[in-house]
């Protein structure tokens, strides 16, 4: 692994601290998956980020912060079901997109009249931002910490693959409990949108809006990971209904293709010779191993990634968003 990562704790979280202050490019663990964050406030340090990934400028970033008192200096005419959802769920795997205010550059929104906020719950995420706060720090713009359309990190190890020395500093907190991005709501007025289903889930949502966020339409604000392909392995990767999937594993066989899957349910073939993955049959666990998996199958050397479709079900809907996006092409 490369020389910049390091494990997360009070010594070197100040000297991510530092390096953020100073206009650096430092990654770090969230609940959901690995951020790689710089000064929210400093639109070159903001400029890094989209370099180093390798993200078009236009694509806006989620702003982290300590906590939500800070929400005010990012986001302008917060409306009360916005508030509700900040008391409800953060510090946690949520994402607010509201309209800006005056700190929020065109370098973090894109050059869009809103601004993306969040509280993370992680630990080390949080002492980051308080060491930062602590140096005059506003807050901490993070993607995840992934080249742009790759899979998205949950270990030091896929940020180290991904990015290396193009970030200052890899702070090490372990792999990630949720393992898939926040969702995100965004506000049009009082009407909340869901714009991206992630480790929170809808239900909770709707239970303190007291109905279900919109689906949003053409017009409502951009969102990177709303592309059809995005979250790809390399290797060309397709969803197989469980029942079909020996099937096509004796079709593949025969055109002497390796494959690698990703199952859940499914036996594996007695005479199935590439890599094979079961994963938990739980909607919360698969979603914690999806990307690490994803990451393994595709290191396999394989030509293609067979995965079991998850079950239609609500507890599904953020790995189905996502696998759909995994297997577009
Ligand atoms: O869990 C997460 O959200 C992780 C961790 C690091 O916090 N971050 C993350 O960032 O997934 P990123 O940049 O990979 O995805 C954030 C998404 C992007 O699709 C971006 O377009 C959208 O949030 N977004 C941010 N600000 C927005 C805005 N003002 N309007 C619409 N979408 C916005
Ligand atoms: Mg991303």
């Not at 550059?105 to 060491?131: C, I, K, M, N």
Request: aromatic fraction near 4%; glycine fraction near 8%.
């Amino acid at each position: 692994m490369s020389a910049n990562v390091v494990a997360a704790n009070a010594g070197s979280i100040e000297r991510a601290a530092d390096e953020l202050a100073r206009g650096r490019l430092v990654a770090f663990p969230t609940e959901t998956v690995y951020g790689l964050g710089a000064d929210a406030a400093n639109p070159a340090a903001v400029r890094a980020i989209f370099a180093a990934k390798g993200r078009p400028p236009d694509h806006p970033l989620i702003v982290h912060l300590p906590d939500a008192t800070h929400l005010d200096a990012w986001a302008r005419d917060v409306p009360p079901g916005a508030r509700a959802l900040a008391r409800a769920f953060w510090p946690g795997p949520l994402t607010l997109v509201l309209p800006r205010a005056p700190l929020a550059s065109d370098e973090v929104t894109g050059g869009q009249d809103t601004v993306g906020v969040r509280v993370p719950a992680h630990p080390v995420a949080r002492e980051l931002l308080a060491a930062f706060a602590a140096r005059g720090g506003h807050g901490i713009a993070a993607p995840s910490a992934n080249r742009y359309g790759h899979v998205s990190p949950t270990t030091a190890a896929h940020v180290a693959d991904d990015l290396g020395e193009r970030v200052a500093l890899i702070l090490d907190g372990g792999p990630c409990d949720v393992g898939i991005e926040s969702t995100i709501v965004a506000f049009d007025g009082e009407r909340a949108l869901l714009m991206r289903p992630g480790g929170l889930g809808v239900d909770a949502i709707a239970h303190v809006l007291g109905r279900a966020p919109g689906s949003p339409s053409q017009g409502a604000p951009r969102t990177s990971g709303s592309h059809a392909s995005h979250y790809a392995p390399r290797t060309a990767a397709f969803l197989v209904d469980a029942h079909a999937l020996a099937a096509e594993l004796a079709r593949l066989a025969d055109r002497d293709e390796d494959v690698a899957v990703l199952a859940r349910t499914a036996p594996r073939p007695a005479e199935f010779e590439g890599r094979w993955i079961d994963a938990p049959r739980d909607a919360e666990a698969y979603a914690r191993d999806l990307y690490a998996n994803l990451r393994a199958l595709d290191a396999s050397p394989s030509d293609a990634i067979l995965i079991e479709a998850p079950p239609d079900e609500a507890a599904w809907l953020a790995v189905r968003d996502r696998l759909a996006r995994a297997t577009h092409r």
